[in-house]
């Protein structure tokens, strides 16, 4: 199952930044202490993103699933081609 779109839901997230540590090439914190993902076209949000605008084009489902678990209070949401969402279930 192919993850497809990343969400920040900005309103959970508590800048604790364990997401930035499973993946720094996709997640930094914003001015607000907010986790954004770097995109490939040189902006940075929360999403929801393509997992093909992301700046870090090696990044596979592994790495994002391990980013979204790492996240205390689940505010990484992803999506799989169909819309669905895969995490957090
Ligand atoms: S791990 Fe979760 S709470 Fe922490 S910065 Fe990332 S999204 Fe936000």
């Known amino acids: 199952m192919a993850i497809k779109k990343i969400e920040v839901k900005r309103d959970l997230c508590i800048g604790a ?3 930035v ?3 720094g090439g996709v997640f ?3 001015a607000e202490n907010k986790a954004v993902m770097k995109l490939k076209d040189g902006e940075k949000n929360s999403g929801p993103v393509e997992v093909g ?3 870090d084009g090696t990044v ?3 790495a994002l699933r391990a980013a979204a678990e790492a996240c205390p209070v689940k505010a ?6 169909n819309g669905e969402q895969v995490y957090p279930q």
């Open 21 to 23: 540590f499973a993946a």
């Open 60 to 62: 596979n489902d592994d």
């Open 76 to 81: 990484v949401y992803l999506y799989d081609e």
């Open 28 to 30: 930094e914190l914003d």
């Open 53 to 55: 605008q992301l700046e």
């Open 17 to 19: 930044a364990p997401c």
